[in-house]
Structure formats: structure tokens, C-alpha cells
């Protein structure tokens, strides 16, 4: 198992995912509309899509993750009022991760985040190339599924389940022990059905 260290682009937040292995979580390429939204509205340059506007995310559970400097610069949105929490660094923008709620034992870390030179090494190789329906031009992908394959789905169930059992959802980085969100969220109302990522 190793540790995957964590910084946001101006190196105010920085943090760790601990106990990381390929199959620990799960890593893909989304390429959904609400995942191209978060990084159009987080502003140009960020470097969270790809060239066919997908997002490397790596699902894992909460309390594999903490934040060890900079708590106080998360940031978090929503691409509508019941929608996905998505975080960022107030200070550079850079995205973080997704999560569904304080009860649900899942955060979706986005590559940005990542300070790690060879991810390949801690993670694994992308497991599916996912919502390429929504690609920017035609994905040029090896492999890829307009959707969710139903395997990569199963998966992500099986994953909740198992960390739901063992009460991975705490301690989380982004939620207080009433189960609110460190940081109220900014609504920025345009996205669609939103899925997990």
C-alpha cells in the first residue's frame, strides 16, 4: 500500500490518501457534461480536462483522504441545488474531488489534486474511459463507453457497500460530525442529472 500526496496548484492545501492501491479504488476518464461544467466554471487553464474534455477521477473512500495544511481554503459547489458537492481550492481554483453527502463513504479525487509524477505506479492503469457521449469531438480514446459500463458500475456499488459497512464515510476532509459540509456551497445552477464521479 502507499501513500498518495496531495497539493493544489499553489500548494496551500495539501493533504494525503492513504493505504492506496489499484484496487483499493477506482480510477477512470468521465467525460460527462457536469464534470466539463465544474472545470468550465472554474475558469480556462485549470488543466482538469483532457482534449476530448474528460476528467481523470480516482474514486476512493472519505477517510482514506485528509487535508494536512490549507482546510480553511476549500471551497465547494454545485451544478444544481441536490447535485454532486464538488470541491476546489479557493486559493488557485484547482479542483479536488466530488462527493455525494456526509453519509455516503466516497470522494471522486480529480487528478489536479494529485502530486504524484507517475500515477500509473501507486494506481493502476484507467480502469474504463466513461460518458463519451458527451466527448468534445470524437474521443480518441483506445477504449471507451458512451455511458457507464455495466462492469464499472457494479463496481462503484460494491465499493459503496463495502466502505458503507465499514464506516469509511468518517472521518471525511469535508464534512463536520453534524454532517454538514465544511463549506456552504455555491449553486451554480445549468447542470444536468448528475452521476457519480
Known amino acids: 500500500m502507499a501513500t498518495l500526496s496531495l497539493m493544489c496548484r499553489c500548494g496551500d492545501i ?4 492513504s493505504d492506496v492501491t489499484p484496487s483499493s479504488g477506482n480510477r477512470v ?9 465544474f472545470a468550465d466554471w472554474l475558469g480556462p487553464d485549470i488543466g482538469a480536462l483532457d482534449e476530448f474534455g474528460g476528467t481523470e477521477i480516482v474514486q ?4 482514506r483522504l485528509t487535508i494536512d495544511r490549507g482546510q480553511d481554503k476549500l471551497r465547494s459547489m454545485r451544478l444544481s441545488d441536490k447535485g454532486l458537492l464538488r470541491w476546489y481550492a479557493g486559493c488557485c481554483h484547482t479542483p479536488i474531488g466530488n462527493t455525494m453527502s456526509a453519509r455516503m463513504p466516497f470522494v471522486g479525487v480529480i487528478h489536479t489534486f494529485m502530486d504524484a509524477p507517475d500515477r500509473n505506479a501507486v494506481l493502476g492503469p484507467i480502469r474504463a474511459v466513461v460518458q463519451t457521449r458527451h466527448a468534445r469531438g470524437v474521443p480518441g480514446y483506445p477504449t471507451h463507453s458512451a455511458g457507464f459500463p455495466p462492469g464499472i458500475t457494479a463496481r462503484i456499488a460494491m465499493k459503496l457497500l463495502l466502505w458503507k ?15 454538514r459540509p465544511v463549506v456552504e456551497p455555491v449553486i451554480a445552477p445549468g447542470g444536468g442529472p448528475e452521476h457519480v464521479c
Open 165 to 179: 459497512l465499514q464506516g469509511r464515510h468518517t472521518p471525511s476532509a469535508f464534512f463536520g460530525d453534524d454532517g
Open 14 to 17: 495539501t493533504g494525503t490518501a
Open 60 to 63: 476512493m473512500a472519505q477517510s
Open 29 to 37: 476518464v468521465c467525460c460527462c457534461a457536469d464534470c466539463q461544467a
